[in-house]
């Protein structure tokens, strides 16, 4: 098995850290010269912080190309891959409905709508979600490159299961042609630890960024909105996981949390699950022992599709924007946001504030004034950085049970 750097996770942390001391220290100190301010903004934070995201990007649709036809080219049967789609979508639809209803559930009783009224001004434009026509019409690309190239990830885990399958029933006709892939997949996961190797810089780098613009004051509105829908959040992330951890796996939930840390930073201080996959993958694979038959699928279908995290934003959001407007939704409307914030969260793009878009969907159902996104979007960079995080724990605790209800799981590395 491939290594990974000793002491990742602490020079992370530490760069994390350093980000919010420099930061912030640029942000409130008034000692340091403008220009210097904005030569850091931009040459240190802006440029570290996105070269940073570039390279995990540019691992993303090879990895999942590779790792997925490596994964199914070597499925003995097709069974198997039938019971793991299906058990995963279940999941991931089952866990991001709890989510929604959790937070549907917290709003209605803490209000954090009430009494409060706004002067926020709208946004100059409003943003346009993207509904599940077109989710569905996109896992099926008219042109596999083009979807490569724009990182539509449902259309290429697509692509790449055929093309996995064609080379399962090929292999005795190309010379075992699927072990090329195999080799490519390991090449591939080397590079993914050779570019988290750098993640302390990064990290620094794109928290820096976060605090140096925006500082730390991240109350400035909605107050009541904004620690509801962190606590929801959090309870979710340490509750509701544990407890289908518990339920359908015999796992250690102490030792799944330990291992996560590394993923939820990154997804932390990146703001996507997409460009988080390849630590998700490596981390679920290498450290969780999840099989790369499950892993390879879970995992990107996981970052696109399941987004516990997003839909309780949406949920809460949603409570909150009727409740300021004085509406009192009722018990149907009620089950029918559940529903549709299930359906906007898998329309989601994995990607920074996308939650925020799909949104409009579910505020223009229900007729709520969609001026009211102006306070969401306000209040919604560091809410964006923790239901990012919410969203990949949700990834891998999901691949833990399909894992281990499938026997695929090595409970030794697990336990390691
Ligand atoms: N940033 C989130 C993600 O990539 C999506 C969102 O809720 O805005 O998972």
Request: charged share 10%; with cysteine.
């Amino acid at each position: 098995m491939i290594d990974t750097p000793k002491n990742l996770t602490r020079n992370i942390l530490l760069g994390m850290f350093f980000g919010f001391v420099v930061g912030a220290s640029f942000y409130y100190l008034d000692f340091f010269p403008d220009s210097l301010t904005s030569f850091i903004t931009v040459y240190v934070f802006n440029l570290g912080g996105s070269v940073f995201i570039n390279l995990l990007k540019m691992l993303i649709i090879p990895l999942v190309f590779f790792s997925l036809v490596s994964g199914i080219s070597s499925l003995t049967s097709m069974q198997s891959l039938g019971n793991i789609t299906l058990k995963t979508i279940t999941l991931y639809l089952s866990t991001t409905a709890i989510a929604v209803t959790l937070s549907l559930v917290v709003g209605s009783i803490f209000k954090p709508g009430s009494g409060y009224s706004s002067d926020i001004a709208p946004p100059d434009k409003l943003p346009e979600g993207q509904g599940i026509y077109e989710t569905i019409l996109g896992i099926f690309p008219s042109n596999i490159i083009e979807a490569m190239a724009q990182n539509q990830m449902l259309a290429v885990v697509f692509f790449s299961i055929l093309f996995g399958i064609a080379l399962n029933k090929t292999n005795h006709l190309t010379g075992n042609f699927s072990n090329v892939f195999e080799k490519l997949n390991t090449v591939f996961m080397q590079l993914v630890i050779m570019i988290i190797s750098f993640a302390p810089i990064g990290v620094f780098c794109l928290i820096g960024k976060f605090v140096i613009t925006d500082g730390l004051d991240i109350f400035q509105e909605a107050f009541k909105y904004v620690i509801l829908l962190i606590c929801v959040l959090i309870f979710h992330a340490l509750v509701t996981y544990a407890l289908i951890l518990k339920i359908f796996t015999k796992l250690n939930i102490v030792t799944f949390y330990r291992k996560m840390k590394e993923v939820a930073i990154f997804a932390f201080s990146t703001s996507s699950s997409a460009a988080t996959i390849p630590v998700t993958l490596k981390t679920v694979q290498n450290d969780l022992g999840v099989n790369k038959n499950v892993s390879s699928f879970v995992i990107p279908v996981g970052a696109t599709i399941n987004m516990d995290g997003t839909a309780i934003m949406q949920g809460m959001a949603t409570v909150f924007i009727a409740q300021m407007s004085g509406i009192d939704l009722t018990l149907i409307q009620y089950v029918q946001v559940v529903i549709l914030a299930v359906v906007t969260s898998i329309g989601t793009a994995a990607v920074p504030s996308a939650g925020t878009i799909t949104l409009v969907i579910i505020l223009q159902q229900f007729g709520l004034p969609l001026e009211a996104i102006g306070i969401i979007l306000a209040v919604d960079r560091i809410l964006d950085m923790i239901r990012t995080s919410v969203n990949v724990t949700g990834d891998a605790a999901v691949a833990c049970v399909v894992a281990s209800s499938e026997n695929l799981l090595d409970k030794e590395v697990f336990n390691k």
